[in-house]
T-cell receptor
Framework: RKEVEQDPGPFNVPEGATVAFNCTYS??????FFWYRQDCRKEPKLLMS???SGNEDGRFTAQLNRASQYISLLIRDSKLSDSATYLC???????????FGKGTRLSVIA | GAVVSQHPSWVICKSGTSVKIECRSL??????MFWYRQFPKQSLMLMAT?????????EQGVEKDKFLINHASLTLSTLTVTSAHPEDSSFYIC?????????????FGAGSRLTVL
């Protein structure tokens, strides 16, 4: 079983749509969770950290379910500029390397 | 904000040559840097953890004699791909962890795209 699993997509959605991505992780001892965004042929950039109580940043909402070892990202009112690959990222602690999922590709269409 | 500079951004070389990639933290000190590799449509795979002043820790399956890592200062880590072959063609990305507040957030370099002919 892979450490971090994501649906690779692609998700093709119209502008203004709401889209949700899911991610599962295998190591129950994981402590830190993130969503990164990666544009084509570019480096990943931190989108948001994911906290146990769930958190929101503008149009983006992240949720964590430790019991099910499941993380989600919700994007509301999709923009063309949201088109990218979204990487689910997990680590055991502050000092251990990050483990990346394969990413979910999103295309927002006009 | 934290900035990591990575050079070169792309390189084409002949099979059998060695290529050095530099990763610098520009406005913070990084005792730990990570080197990742990403093949097309694949996830980032950790190759090694680079620790300032000590030997790098390599992930299983990564040849330490082929991928030489040097982290001689708190702001610079280098990855040398020795005797490169076409199968080493990939996107290599370094990242640095800022110590202190937000220590688990990684800042990535822009990546180095290596093509071995």
């Amino acid at each position: 079983r892979k450490e971090v699993e994501q649906d690779p997509g692609p998700f093709n959605v119209p502008e203004g749509a709401t889209v949700a991505f899911n991610c599962t992780y295998s190591n129950s001892a994981s402590q830190s969770f993130f969503w990164y965004r990666q544009d084509c042929r570019k480096e990943p950039k931190l989108l948001m950290s994911v906290y146990s109580s769930g958190n929101e940043d503008g149009r983006f909402t992240a949720q964590l379910n430790r019991a099910s070892q499941y993380i989600s990202l919700l994007i509301r009112d999709s923009k063309l500029s949201d088109s990218a690959t979204y990487l689910c990222v997990v680590s055991l602690s502050g000092n251990t390397p990050l483990v990346f999922g394969k990413g979910t590709r999103l295309s927002v269409i006009a | 904000g934290a900035v990591v500079s990575q050079h070169p951004s792309w390189v084409i070389c002949k099979s059998g040559t060695s290529v050095k990639i530099e990763c610098r933290s520009l406005d913070f000190q990084a005792t730990t840097m990570f080197w990742y590799r990403q093949f097309p449509k694949q996830s980032l795979m950790l190759m090694a953890t680079s620790n300032e002043g000590s030997k790098a820790t390599y992930e299983q399956g990564v040849e330490k004699d082929k991928f030489l890592i040097n982290h001689a200062s708190l702001t610079l880590s280098t990855l040398t791909v020795t005797s490169a072959h076409p199968e080493d063609s990939s996107f290599y990305i370094c990242s640095a962890r800022r110590t202190g507040v937000g220590a688990n957030v990684l800042t990535f370099g822009a990546g180095s795209r290596l093509t071995v002919l």
